[in-house]
């Protein structure tokens, strides 16, 4: 491993795109100081440190300064063994279409969590329900996206299996079961250590918060369903 520089992650303890980092930090076993913002409440100096206003943001050694998850787990990875990617240029290049693949399903997650009805809820979950199975077909019968190594692809789709946690208890997503490489896959995501490690131990508790606020159809569900367990 790679002599390591200072490095601080600025955070949101909710952000998706913020795990992506943690995990790759967690692979390489890299020790990293972690600053968790308030994104509806920016200071003043995390403003003048990302151009984008969005987390995360690594600073190297409290001089450079990096900014979207891509490039962060991709830094990190060339900072470390450089295991977390294929070495074939044709085989790195692919690796990063599926990272992209995986950010436009967690803009599904998020439309999923804004509809403001069931009707656009299930236009939603169609259209991630699309991207799951395009997923099944590409995914091999066991282990990680690649076979036995873990890379950044399985580090980019770990944080969208992490919703569906929550979603499954508010809403039937039964159907979710016929993507059988994509339900393994999964599971053995949720088992990695430097997954389980990429959130807080309040994360459930915080993501269920920050839904049941929302004026939405699945803020209704968790609405109906705090409002069940108050009950007993």
């Not at 403003?47 to 206003?53: A, D, R």
């Not at 990096?66 to 490039?71: G, I, K, M, P, Q």
Request: net charge neutral.
């Amino acid at each position: 491993m790679a002599q390591q520089n200072q490095l601080t992650l600025i955070s949101h303890t909710l952000c998706p795109f913020v795990q992506r980092a943690v995990i790759a930090l967690e692979e390489q076993g890299f020790s990293y100081q972690c600053i968790n913002i308030d994104l509806n409440n920016k200071p003043d100096w995390f403003n003048k440190l990302s151009p984008l206003g969005k987390v995360p943001v690594l600073v190297i050694n409290d001089e450079v300064v990096l900014f979207e998850s891509a490039v962060i787990a991709e830094y990190v990875n060339d900072s470390g063994n450089g295991k977390l990617l294929p070495k074939l240029a044709i085989d790195k290049a692919k690796a990063r279409s599926w990272i992209e693949f995986a950010s436009a399903m967690l803009s599904n997650i998020g439309q999923l969590y804004c509809a403001t009805d069931k009707a656009l809820f299930m236009a939603a979950q169609t259209q991630f329900n699309a991207k799951l199975s395009h997923l099944e077909k590409n995914l091999p019968e066991a282990g990680y996206f690649n076979g036995e190594k873990f890379s950044l692809v399985d580090a980019a789709f770990a944080p969208i299996f992490r919703y569906l946690e929550l979603f499954e208890i508010l809403v039937d997503l039964s159907g979710l079961d016929r993507y059988k490489k994509v339900k393994h896959w999964r599971k053995l995501l949720q088992q990695r250590n430097s997954v389980t490690e990429a959130v807080s131990p309040e994360y459930q508790t915080l993501l269920k918060e920050f839904i049941t606020d929302k004026e939405s159809y699945l803020g209704e569900k968790a609405k109906s369903l705090q409002l069940k367990m108050a009950q007993v």
